[in-house]
């Protein structure tokens, strides 16, 4: 993408595959999470609603692995603002987790690039996770951008 | 029914994930959304994409506008030194003229071209700050020579910003349009434009924008419409 | 429990057609802020934009703002939720367009805007997004879930 705006930014990550981490996905991890966030769907509560669904055990919501407790991501360090945001996520599921897979993360920098919208000129840095099981089948991929920009304080 | 008494809905301002990296919604779905919002009774009759920074004259939407049977128009969204601006009709003398990718391009030249060339052009989601024309006028003291319509109902915007947008109009005596700014599906006609002529072609809607009467409506307004006078799409 | 204990709250594909909404409420209190930050080992030490008003305000905002972790996890459930036992959420995603804070009402919405029959493999496309109360989308997104035939 193209525009009149210069900034910086560590190149020597992009596409770089780092491991951030892995953590068991217990029962009582999946519990916590429902709670927290109200899901109510059987086949994360009840082990015999995941049964009767199909599944060989209790099932971890999807969204539970954006609460893994993980190493910090590579960051592409960009230089520009003053302040920097979550602005979107991409989240595939590939297939499901179950309580007591572990799941293993790894992380890289897809791209970096500016863009103009409501609140002026942005930078969006790009990093793609990477979740797979203890079975090394990947389980869902994610994309989580970050805009950098400057605000008046 | 006397074809004379129809409005013709157009949304105005809409962008794809053919060409804007912020949008979730394809053009085909646009097409299925707008023939399943017409069997709910509302009216929805076409939609322009106004793709960010750019405009492929090789895009051609025509197959599917006949298979869903939705006026499926090209514009761009350009980005001004007084904000976002919507471009209908664009030529190759207007591409010519401007790097579309350029993020403070010369409002005025960007109107005038657009006038000379056959196009038109429009200042967009016009109460929004920092990217909206109001901003610029009441903030940076810029002058509104050369605009003379504005979209004052954008779907992207807030009630206030749009009554900003409508208090600006207001105060010029600037012409008004409604735009959805969808990004995804379900907003495409959230906000339209109101035609008191079919708008099949881009040439019809320049020449509407030009010459005709028109007014921006909300979706539910055209329901009420409906309601009056009559189902149009069954 | 039985298999149609467990399919009570199920969704079909036959049932379902683009236009459909449904909805839900979600008002994220600062207490529910920290317990996932908590929960996804995200504490970081001191007040900071997630847990208080004063940080927020020195980056723009009005109030202490809500993760976008966090926002995409109210999402995700509220279409895991929908879909019922037998669905499967193949993807979502979101952008976070004005951010959501402390205590904000904001509407969840899920709206289908396409079914799909692929040779049997049957899927439902939603937008899905939170407004709050000036008409304002914090989040906005599309997912893609599977759901069975009767």
Same mark, same amino acid.
Request: charged share 25%; with cysteine.
């Given at each position: ?76 360090? =960009? ?43 942005? $930078? ?14 990947? $389980? ?14 | ?68 049977? =939705? ?41 005038? $071209? ?35 319509? =504005? ?44 035609? #008191? ?21 909300? $979706? ?15 | ?6 399919? #009570? ?142």
């Amino acid at each position: 993408m193209t525009t009149d705006v210069t900034f910086e930014y560590d190149e020597s990550v992009i596409g770089v595959e780092v491991p951030i981490g892995a953590e068991e996905v217990t029962a009582e991890k999946i519990a916590t999470f429902c709670s927290a966030l109200g899901e109510s769907n059987p086949i994360y509560t009840d082990p015999a609603a995941a049964l009767a669904g199909g599944y060989t055990g209790l099932v971890a919501p999807p969204a539970i692995l954006q609460t893994l407790r993980l190493d910090p991501a590579p960051s592409a360090k =960009v230089k520009f603002g003053n302040t920097a945001f979550h602005s979107g996520m991409r989240f595939e599921v590939v297939e499901p987790v179950l309580a007591g897979d572990t799941i293993s993360v790894s992380a890289q920098v897809k791209e970096v690039y500016a863009k103009t919208g409501r609140t002026g000129t942005m $930078v969006f840095a790009v990093t793609k996770f990477t979740y797979r099981n203890q079975h090394g089948r990947t $389980v869902a991929n994610t994309e989580s951008s970050t805009v950098h920009r400057q605000v008046e304080r | 029914m006397n074809d004379s008494s129809k409005r013709w809905y157009m949304d105005l301002h809409s962008h794809s994930t053919d060409a804007s990296d912020d949008a979730g919604g394809t053009v085909e779905g646009y097409a299925k959304w707008i023939v399943a919002r017409r069997k709910r009774g509302y009216q929805i009759d076409g939609f322009v994409l106004t793709e960010h920074r750019q405009y492929d004259p090789d895009s051609d939407y025509r197959a599917l506008s006949e298979q869903y049977g =939705v006026s499926i128009l090209r514009g761009a969204e350009v980005e001004t030194d007084i904000g976002h601006v919507l471009v209908y009709g664009i030529t190759p003398e207007f591409v010519r003229a401007f790097d579309l990718r350029q993020v403070s391009l010369p409002h005025k030249e960007v109107f005038r $071209v657009a006038l000379e060339t056959g196009g038109y052009a429009v200042a967009a989601h016009a109460g929004r700050p920092r990217i909206g024309l109001a901003h610029y006028i009441d903030d940076e003291h810029m002058t509104i020579d050369g605009i003379q319509t =504005v979209e004052q109902l954008n779907g992207g915007s807030s009630v206030d910003e749009n009554n900003v947008g409508l208090a600006l109009a207001e105060r010029f005596g600037l012409k008004r349009v409604g735009g959805s700014d969808a990004h995804y599906v379900s907003a495409i006609g959230r906000c339209m434009t109101a035609f #008191g002529r079919p708008i099949h072609t881009v040439e019809d809607l320049v020449q509407e924008l030009l010459h005709g009467e028109y007014y921006p409506v909300t $979706v539910e307004q055209t329901l009420e419409a409906g309601a009056a006078s009559g189902e149009r799409h069954a | 429990m039985t298999a149609s204990d467990a399919l #009570g709250g199920q969704r079909y594909f036959d049932d379902v057609e683009s236009g459909d909404e449904f909805t839900d409420s979600w008002s994220p209190t600062g207490e529910q802020v920290v317990a996932f930050l908590t929960v996804s080992n995200r504490t970081a030490p001191g007040p900071n934009r997630f847990t208080d008003d004063e940080e927020a305000r020195k980056i723009g905002m009005t109030k202490a703002i809500v993760p976008g972790q966090m926002s995409l996890c109210r999402a995700t459930d509220f279409v895991t939720d929908w879909m019922g036992p037998s669905g499967r959420l193949r993807s979502i995603d979101v952008n976070f367009r004005r951010p959501a804070v402390h205590d904000e009402p904001l509407k969840v919405v899920g709206l289908i805007t396409d079914t799909l029959d692929d040779d049997g493999a049957t899927t439902v496309k939603l937008d899905v997004y939170f407004e709050n109360e000036r008409g304002e989308r914090p989040l906005q997104g599309v997912a893609v879930v599977e759901l069975p035939r009767r």
